[in-house]
């Protein structure tokens, strides 16, 4: 049931772009996304529910496609604080618990 | 300010000793949630009550036990059935309706075996 996060770990210069894909067997109903710095507590992003919507914070946009049962994160124009790993939480509304379940998270590490 | 507080910062923990790690949210969240992280592993769900006297046993719930008597608290045990414990255990909250709602993390508290 854990979704499939992809790819496990990048290394960008600031200002590249990043795209960090969250893949599901079963049907969504919604994505989570976090980041977290090292030994820190994870921080909300954003949270995309069933319908394909896109949602945008500053530089980080996501997506969520219902059909591919997949969320991409997009980081434009990355920053040195972008830095962190990223988790995708994903609900599959089987019985109504209320509860995510995370990915085993992606490593983003920004360059000066 | 509201939040989640979590202590201690660092635990240390005797062979066949019981340890609680204690949770509190100023929130006034319904749910709350336990989590333990080892590296490589993401986020792996403990326990979680989404009310007061009730609470449902996650995916690694083995070893260790929690109680919700209060809605702001909920402190977890590890007991020493738990043969593996060196972590780093993360607690959340949030309102009912949690599939649609943010998760709010404390700091952590970080356990390990002397």
Same mark, same amino acid.
């Given at each position: ?24 067997? /079963? ?9 977290? /710095? ?5 921080? !909300?992003?954003? @949270?995309?529910? /069933? ?12 997506? !969520?496609?219902?059909? /591919? ?22 609900? !599959? ?8 379940? !995370? ?6 590490? @920004?360059?000066? | ?6 202590? $201690? ?7 066949? *000793? ?20 080892? $590296?490589? *592993? ?13 609470? &449902? ?7 260790? %036990? ?6 702001? %608290?909920? $402190?977890?045990?590890?007991? %020493?059935?738990?043969?593996? $414990? ?16 943010? &998760? ?11």
């Amino acid at each position: 049931q854990q979704p499939v996060q992809s790819p496990q770990a990048v290394i960008l210069r600031e200002g590249e772009d990043a795209v960090i894909n969250c893949s599901s067997s /079963k049907a969504l109903y919604s994505v989570h996304w976090y980041r977290q /710095k090292h030994g820190e507590a994870p921080v !909300f992003l954003m @949270i995309l529910l /069933k319908g394909g919507e896109q949602k945008g914070h500053e530089k980080i946009s996501a997506s !969520f496609n219902e059909k /591919k049962q997949q969320s991409s994160l997009y980081l434009t124009a990355s920053q040195l604080s972008y830095s962190g790993t990223y988790f995708c939480g994903t609900d !599959f509304r089987m019985n109504r618990d209320d509860k995510i379940i !995370f990915g085993k998270g992606t490593r983003l590490h @920004i360059l000066p | 300010d509201g939040g989640i507080t979590q202590s $201690p910062k660092y635990l240390f923990r005797k062979e066949g *000793q019981n340890v609680t790690l204690s949770c509190e949210q100023n929130l006034n969240h319904d749910a709350m949630y336990w989590y333990r992280q080892d $590296p490589g *592993q993401g986020l792996r769900l403990i326990y979680y009550s989404q009310i007061v006297n009730d609470f &449902q046993k996650g995916d690694i719930a083995e070893g260790y %036990s929690v109680s919700r008597e209060k809605k702001e %608290s909920f $402190p977890l045990t590890v007991t %020493s059935a738990q043969k593996n $414990p060196t972590a780093f255990y993360l607690c959340a909250s949030t309102l009912i309706g949690g599939a649609k709602q943010p &998760q709010h993390f404390g700091d952590g508290t970080r356990l390990s075996i002397l």
